[in-house]
């Protein structure tokens, strides 16, 4: 089983964001950053209309959820007043299965509300943590959620490393520094 990290946060605290700057780190260290983020789309007032899914090592990136306004089709399911895409699940699923095997870290961003009921990225995460020993899985969880998801993901054993956001780029640098 892979070793695991945690990076959490409340709602508003942009777990997101700093998935991405803790990519960046892990690249600037000299080790190898796989797995997915995830980035808010905003109209233009600022208001949430969606969620793109992006690849970390290539930047392929594909629409995860849009604001519901109508009925969602067969591929889609409803949660928050959001029709997640179950096939960028899939992407992000098929992304850990191509990228782990040359991976130091895998990133998995977002688990909250669908994985904690077992939907969404938990076949994704359970791909992950079935790695080898030497790669480390972050995995950006809602602090709200952090029970069920590691209930729900058999997570037992204690982190190698947690970042509780809100938190400035030199804890991120040092979360990136203890991922070894």
């Known amino acids: 089983m ?9 709602l508003g605290s942009h777990r997101s964001d700093a998935m991405r ?6 690249r600037a260290t000299g080790r190898v950053a796989a797995g997915f983020t995830q980035r808010r789309l905003l109209d233009d007032d600022g208001v949430r209309t969606g969620l793109q899914l992006e690849r970390v090592t290539t930047g392929e990136s594909t629409t ?10 067969e591929h889609e399911q409803t949660y928050c007043e959001m029709l997640f895409d179950r096939r960028a699940f899939q992407a992000g699923a098929r992304w850990v299965d191509q990228d782990a095997a040359g991976a130091d870290v895998l990133l998995l961003d977002e688990l909250a509300k669908v994985e904690a009921g077992g939907g969404g990225h938990t076949p994704a995460a359970r791909r992950a943590l079935r790695c080898p020993p030497a790669v480390i899985v972050v995995l950006a ?12 993901l058999d997570l037992s054993d204690e982190p190698v490393a947690t970042l509780e956001l809100p938190a400035d780029d030199d804890a991120v640098d040092a979360f990136a520094a203890a991922l070894r």
């Open 141 to 152: 969880v809602r602090g709200d959620q952090l029970a069920a998801v590691m209930d729900r």
């Open 21 to 26: 700057r803790l990519a960046a780190a892990v």
């Open 64 to 73: 995860l959820a849009r604001r519901a306004a109508a009925g969602a089709a």
């Open 2 to 10: 892979a070793r695991w990290a945690l990076l959490t946060g409340g």
